[in-house]
């Protein structure tokens, strides 16, 4: 695997200091993280504004997606790896948000099924939120 300022380099992203430690806390977590949850364990090394514009260059060179949320937050998650780039996200799966501990998480194997619009009618992008128990908080 690549490391993660070999990631970035791929991109073409500059090896910052933020950079470096947002995009190994995405490879090492899984569930969805919002902006400001970011912003608490890293206020000491980037601003709100800092965090905002390096998750949106690591969405526009597809590294991450953003999925909102059953309460309408933004929420950010590693895109998988194989299938996203700097021209086209490809995220169609369903994102589960827990009710109880409100975990956001890929479902990266259960994708969004084929849906047959109206003519004349494109789609750009799907999201598909199902909202329910995690497997933690059911135990």
Do not use: W
Not at 21 to 42: C, D, G, I, T
Request: net charge positive; charged share 25%; aromatic share 8%.
């Amino acid at each position: 695997m690549e490391s993660v300022a070999q990631k970035l380099n791929a991109v073409g992203l500059k090896k910052t200091d933020i950079r470096l430690r947002l995009f190994e806390y995405f490879l090492k977590n899984k569930p969805a993280v919002s902006q400001p949850e970011l912003e608490k364990k890293y206020s000491r090394y980037a601003d709100r504004v800092t965090l905002y514009r390096v998750l949106n260059a690591f969405e526009e060179k597809g590294l991450i997606h953003k999925i909102i949320d059953v309460h309408g937050t933004a929420r950010y998650a590693l895109c998988n790896e194989n299938n996203c780039d700097a021209d086209h996200h490809h995220d169609e799966h369903i994102h589960f948000n827990c009710t109880q501990c409100n975990k956001v998480v890929c479902l990266d194997d259960i994708h969004i099924p084929a849906v047959k619009l109206p003519r004349n009618y494109q789609a750009v992008k799907y999201n598909l939120n199902i909202a329910g128990i995690c497997s933690d908080c059911s135990r």
